[in-house]
C-alpha cells in the first residue's frame, strides 16, 4: 500500500498509508483500495500531500524522499 505524508496547518507531517487520497469540498480524505475511509483531514487543516518514495517508503528505509503532488489553497 502507498505511503503518503501530509503537512498540516499546525507545520506537521502525518504519514498514512492509503491507497488513494482525494479532496472533496476542500477536505482530505485517505481511502483503501475497498473505499473505506482511513483517515480524514477538514478543510484548512492540512497544506500539502506527498507521495513518498524510494527507500523511505519502507519502515527500515533511511532515504529521505517524497514529492508533493496536492497543495491545498484556502477557500475565500
Known amino acids: 500500500m502507498p505511503i503518503w505524508t501530509v503537512g498540516t496547518t499546525e507545520g506537521q507531517d502525518e504519514r498514512i498509508e492509503a491507497d ?3 479532496t472533496e469540498g476542500g477536505a482530505l480524505l485517505a481511502l483503501s483500495d475497498e473505499g473505506l475511509m482511513l483517515r480524514a483531514w477538514a478543510p484548512g487543516q ?3 500531500v ?3 518514495t524510494g527507500r523511505d517508503a519502507h519502515p527500515a528505509g ?3 524522499g517524497h ?3 496536492v497543495i491545498g ?3 475565500r
Open 20 to 22: 488513494l487520497l482525494t
Open 46 to 48: 492540512w497544506r500539502t
Open 50 to 52: 506527498g507521495h513518498v
Open 62 to 64: 533511511t532515504a529521505h
Open 67 to 69: 514529492d508533493s503532488v
Open 73 to 75: 489553497l484556502p477557500r
